[in-house]
């Protein structure tokens, strides 16, 4: 069964950078998938922050891009967040999923988020 | 504002249908495919429908789901208590923004 686990600082002041890992169990992250982050304001709905393949290939959520990056580190089987000069709007609960995306010529095609972690909250608050 | 249009919420009582509806455009539903989430109160969201209809494992099939041009509808049969929770879709957008795009959400309320 696919798992995954997200871990970071549950508190982050204003202009830092906000850091999460999410460590993946019961697939090997080499093997394929894209892997992504997902995040959740309180009380609002689901934004999609960026996504990485193993080999390094990333999208990103245009309205963060210049914020945002994301690595993937296969020998611990596990990928990260870093989002910098956060504020307050970058509270929320971040997630982190396995995303069924296949792309080509062009094109891409998401069959899915199929599997989440449990999701960590982070306040960004001084 | 979000890419996709959900009705912010929705009612039935138990043991009757309801359907969710997720309104978009040639950017997105028109041209890929449909996931629908369950989250319920305070846990993760939960894929319940992919590729537009498909059923993971272990969903039941009161969950169906179905696309017609830039629309897709979630139907939820014989209701539960336990079926109350918010319900997002999911697709790709291919504008300008590409990148997954989800609706704002409906509640669910099993009355």
């Known amino acids: 069964q696919v798992q995954l686990q997200e871990s970071g600082p549950g508190l982050v002041k204003p202009s830092e950078t906000l850091s999460l890992t999410c460590a993946v169990s019961?697939?090997?992250?080499?093997?394929?998938?894209?892997w992504g982050w997902i995040r959740q304001p309180p009380g609002k709905g689901l934004e999609w922050i960026g996504s990485?393949?193993?080999?390094?290939?990333?999208y990103y959520n245009p309205s963060l891009k210049s914020r945002v990056t994301i690595s993937v580190d296969t020998s611990k089987n596990q990928f990260s967040l870093k989002l910098s000069s956060v504020t307050a709007a970058d509270t929320a609960v971040y997630y982190c999923?396995?995303?069924?995306?296949?792309?080509?010529?062009?094109?891409?095609?998401?069959?899915?988020?199929?599997?989440w972690g449990q999701g960590t909250l982070v306040t960004v608050s001084s | 504002q979000s890419v996709l249009t959900q009705p912010p919420s929705v009612s039935a009582a138990p043991g009757q249908k309801v359907t969710i509806s997720c309104s978009g455009s040639?950017?997105?539903?028109?041209?890929?495919?449909v996931s629908w989430y369950q989250q319920l109160p305070g846990t993760a969201p939960k894929l319940l429908i992919y590729?537009?209809?498909k059923r993971p494992s272990g969903i039941p099939d009161r969950f169906s789901g179905s696309k017609s041009g830039t629309s897709a509808t979630l139907g939820i049969t014989g209701l539960q208590t336990g079926d109350e929770a918010d319900y997002y879709c999911?697709?790709?957008?291919?504008?300008?923004?590409?990148?997954?795009?989800f609706g704002g959400g409906t509640k669910l309320t099993v009355l």
């Open positions: 590729e537009n209809n």
């Open positions: 990485i393949y193993h080999s390094g290939s990333t």
């Open positions: 999923a396995r995303a069924d995306l296949f792309c080509s010529g062009g094109s891409c095609f998401l069959r899915a988020f199929d599997y």
């Open positions: 999911g697709t790709w957008d291919s504008s300008l923004s590409a990148g997954p795009v």
């Open positions: 019961g697939y090997s992250i080499s093997s394929g998938y894209y």
């Open positions: 040639s950017s997105n539903i028109g041209n890929n495919y």
